[in-house]
């Protein structure tokens, strides 16, 4: 292991970290738990154990749906910034289409983040 990993793992464990007795499936590094947290010491990939293969599935599932959440928030804020260009150079009586669009873009992205907040809690219980 070289010497930055090494420090990198003693300021986790300084920090509060708990190492475990398990390494990193992708760089053999030891394991850390930070509060429900399982992660990698050295590149901090979140690392979740699953009891059998149906759980395996549901993970994995809730994993990629997570992931086009993410991915279509981000592509909604890209809107948005499209959006708000056109505002700035439409005369104010010509934005009606332009503030209802963004106004349905907006609500969109709130239901994701509620979304988002609903498979947190989820996740912890």
């Given at each position: 292991m070289d010497p930055q990993t090494t420090k990198k793992l003693a300021h986790l464990l300084r920090s509060g970290a708990t190492?475990?007795?398990?390494?990193?499936?992708e760089c053999n590094v030891p394991l850390f738990k930070k509060g429900d947290k399982i992660f990698c010491g050295s590149c901090n990939r979140e690392v979740i154990y699953v009891k059998d293969d149906q759980e395996k599935i549901e993970v994995e599932s809730q994993l990629l749906h997570r992931q086009v959440l993410h991915q279509l928030k981000n592509v909604l804020y890209g809107k948005i910034d499209n959006l708000t260009q056109e505002i700035a150079n439409?005369?104010?009586?010509?934005?009606?289409?332009?503030?209802?669009l963004l106004s349905k873009t907006l609500y969109v992205i709130s239901q994701i983040e509620t979304l988002h907040e609903k498979q947190k809690?989820?996740?912890k219980e």
């Open positions: 190492m475990l007795d398990k390494t990193c499936p439409t005369p104010m009586e010509d934005i009606e289409n332009q503030l209802d809690s989820e996740t």
